[in-house]
């Protein structure tokens, strides 16, 4: 009797389906997990050293919130020093009725802020700031730098907190959960998270970790963040390698480095207590 052919194999049908793709946070997650995995206590050695050598930040109130929103949105790619300037032109211009006859004009240092500080003054009259017309805005800050770009960023701010609650208070965010009140004020035209996390962090010591551009260049250079990340992306990344507690800290420690330290420019790598573990001093640290 002829032996019966086997049945073909079936091949196993290809999947057309593409693969999923993360979202930030579940990218952001996985950084994380690797970081920790690959380098373990990167994070922690890094605020340590960091703190040996500048000191340990603990929070504390800088501003009032919507005198911090309005420096922040002035200090957007000019130094902080630029940023002084055009705010206290705006002190100078628009004065406060609360504003004391004989007040001390000496600066007063702020946390994690690169200018000369700022005087403890009232905020300017931030009605009048909201309703001057633009070009006399303009030539008002025009001495910090990039007036044409800031200037319609105040009013628009100013008027999105008018339209709140019906005053110019930021208060009521600091109730909320921090990532809905940082969309919270992402959603005002010209606000970013940056601006946005710094305002809340510093404000209300929410737990958001901002990162300009020294936060991010130190990052990418130790290694605690992939080396082609935006911006954005590292928001979010911090907001998954860091604990609540550790925000504060990790921005101030970060932005202090990168100013005194880890310069755009030839940083003093000989220098630095984090050499040991920084891919840029050594590209195979752990
Ligand atoms: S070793 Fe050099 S590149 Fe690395 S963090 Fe220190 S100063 Fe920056």
Redesign the pocket.
Known sequence: MPARSAAPARSKPKSTSRPRKLGPEQVARAWARKLDAKRPGLVSFVLDRLAEANGRPVWQPRLDPVSELILTILSANSADINAEVAFEALRAAYTSAAAPVAASTEPRALPGWGGRGLPNLPPPDWSAVEAAPLAELTDVIRPGGMANQKAPRIPAALSALRANGGNYSLDFLAAKPPLEARDWLAAIPGIGKKTASVVLLFSFGTPLMPVDRHVLR?SQ??GLIPPNADPDQAHDLYLAMLAPEQMYEAHVSLIT?GRR??HAQR???EH?P??PR?R??DPKAE
């Open positions: 130190v250079r130790i480095h330290t880890c940083p003093d790598c630095c984090v050499a920084c840029y001093f």
